[in-house]
């Protein structure tokens, strides 16, 4: 079966616009997570989507949300944008949303602010 | 603080040679504790995790609460080991959250 694909794979945008990232998880997968990948921070959660719900929530601040679809694709926006915004974005799949389960990874929508 | 630290950004080991990735965490519960691993070019996938106490192409990981470390290990290294390997922890009440560690490079040469 189809893998989690995230759209758009590259991206380049200024400071100041703001930018929609889009992943469709695996058919039957009803959560989505985001990641946010720096060199220097590394992977870090940004949140968790469940049922169009927002179940959990990372520690970025509010100019990061995103939102879920009754057939469980996911988008993710970003507000305002710095320059340390610039990371690889990367979006989880899993079947539900209990802890321990198996997480299945996008190839990430890579963003660039100039 | 929750927290995962893996202290080598990279290791260099021989073919055949033992393998030995170090993880260690910072939690108060009880931890639920992942390795991720990237081979180039591959998405991020997952290799093992210790509530199934599996091995994966040959790898094992052992929880250690006294120490608070979950290392990864293989006995005998192979080439197409060579990844990026990821050490996470999922804290309770937090879904499918999870706290990665910065990640370690293997790089396994014949």
């Known amino acids: 079966k189809a893998g989690v694909t995230q759209t758009p794979r590259y991206l380049i945008k200024t400071r100041g616009q703001q930018v929609t990232l889009s992943c469709s998880p695996i058919s039957g997968h009803r959560s989505v997570s985001w990641y946010q990948q720096t060199p220097g921070q590394g992977l870090q959660f940004l949140f968790e989507?469940?049922?169009?719900?927002q179940r959990n929530k990372g520690n970025f601040p509010g100019r990061f949300s995103g939102r879920q679809f009754s057939n469980s694709r996911s988008e993710m926006n970003v507000s305002t944008l710095e320059l340390g915004d610039s990371a690889l974005y990367l979006c989880?799949?899993?079947w539900g949303t209990g802890r321990g389960g198996e997480l299945f990874f996008g190839e990430g929508s890579r963003l660039t602010v100039l | 603080a929750q927290r995962v630290t893996q202290p080598e950004k990279l290791l260099s080991v021989f073919k055949g040679a033992p393998v030995e990735l170090k993880c260690n965490y910072s939690?108060?519960?009880?931890?639920?504790l992942f390795w991720y691993v990237q081979y180039s070019r591959q998405r991020l996938q997952l290799l093992l995790r210790h509530i199934s106490r599996e091995s994966i192409k040959g790898f094992t990981a052992d929880l250690n609460k006294g120490e608070t470390s979950f290392h990864l290990k293989k006995p005998f290294a192979q080439e197409e080991d060579s990844a990026m390997y990821y050490c996470?922890?999922?804290?309770?009440?937090?879904?499918?959250?999870?706290?990665f560690g910065k990640g370690t490079t293997l790089s396994v040469s014949s």
């Open positions: 996470a922890l999922s804290p309770s009440q937090a879904g499918t959250a999870l706290i």
């Open positions: 989880a799949s899993s």
């Open positions: 989507y469940f049922s169009e719900t």
């Open positions: 939690y108060s519960g009880s931890p639920e």
